[in-house]
């Protein structure tokens, strides 16, 4: 009996030290010193609108501004020690961000955000989900509404900023998506979609898109597969080609030649300036352009 009472007895410490060590293991906001780290360019974009004029923190992103897709992106060393001097690492999530596993285990007093734990709207096939969420509106409102939850619960000093900033660029995203409208309303849209990360935005409009898994490198597919697209094209009388501005346009070239159908442009908003508002005028092009399209 009194040895089941000091097993009981021990168990009982254990679970107060865990809780006590997991209290612990809050952060500590030191003065001037308190450091952000995002992974790439859209999370970059929506960190400095949530941050803006927040007081004794730093914004860095990791990956350079050019960087492009990270989807299958190497950790470099420099990279690394962004990590070692960091606070927090924001990512995108949906598991964009390979390397999030390695960093927990060699960075462990890294708070990670994910970004995208509250989306709604998640492209997904047998074999993989698509990960490159940004492009729909919606999904982005979520992913600074969840951001700027999360700052404000590990760094209380600059809460009403945080709340506040996301408010206000909130209401500007969802100013833009409601100039988007005009081509929802569109019927019939039927489109050959060469890069993942436009699908998103496709979907969004209501524009129902053949899409080709590229990994954002057409000149990879095979003869058989562009076959394959031409055929499929010739039989529902697709009119468009969408490419991101970053893609190599022999492919799609090719498309146009052999189908009649127009390549248009976009911008996935994977890089660009460091200018809070990018993400804002990228959209805003993307609308113009997509508003001439004859679908
Ligand atoms: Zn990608």
């Avoid at 000091?6 to 003065?31: P, Q, R, S, T």
């Avoid at 004794?56 to 060393?77: F, P, R």
């Avoid at 700052?151 to 996301?166: A, C, G, P, R, T």
Wanted: glycine share 2%; with cysteine.
């Amino acid at each position: 009996m009194k040895k089941k009472f000091y097993i009981i007895l021990i168990i009982v410490v254990l679970i107060i030290g865990i809780i006590i060590a997991n209290f612990n293991k809050k952060i500590e906001k030191k003065d001037n010193d308190f450091k952000i780290l995002t992974s790439f360019y859209p999370i970059y974009i929506m960190t400095l609108n949530i941050t803006e004029g927040a007081k004794n923190i730093k914004v860095d992103n990791m990956a350079e501004s050019n960087t492009g897709c990270i989807h299958d992106y190497t950790l470099n060393t420099a990279d690394l020690k962004k990590f070692e001097n960091s606070n927090i690492f924001i990512e995108n999530g949906k598991d964009l961000e390979q390397f999030t596993e390695n960093i927990k285990e060699l960075y462990p007093n890294v708070e990670i955000i994910d970004s995208a734990e509250n989306i709604e709207k998640l492209i997904e096939s047998e074999e993989e989900k698509n990960p490159h969420i940004w492009l729909s509106i919606d999904n982005y409102i979520s992913q600074v509404n969840t951001i700027a939850e999360k700052l404000s619960k590990i760094d209380l000093e600059n809460k009403d900023i945080y709340i506040e900033n996301s408010n206000n660029y909130i209401n500007k995203l969802r100013n833009l998506n409601d100039k988007f409208e005009i081509l929802r309303d569109i019927n019939n849209k039927k489109a050959v979609c060469l890069n993942e990360a436009l699908e998103y935005l496709l979907e969004d409009l209501k524009i129902n898109a053949f899409s080709i898994s590229t990994d954002h490198e057409q000149s990879a597919l095979s003869a058989e597969t562009i076959k394959k697209i031409i055929d499929k094209m010739k039989e529902e009388n697709i009119k468009v080609i969408f490419i991101d501005k970053e893609d190599n346009k022999n492919i799609a070239t090719t498309l146009s030649n052999e189908t009649g159908a127009k390549v248009v442009t976009l911008n996935s908003a994977m890089n660009g300036e460091n200018n809070k508002d990018e993400y804002l005028n990228i959209m805003t092009e993307n609308l113009e352009v997509l508003k001439n399209v004859e679908f």
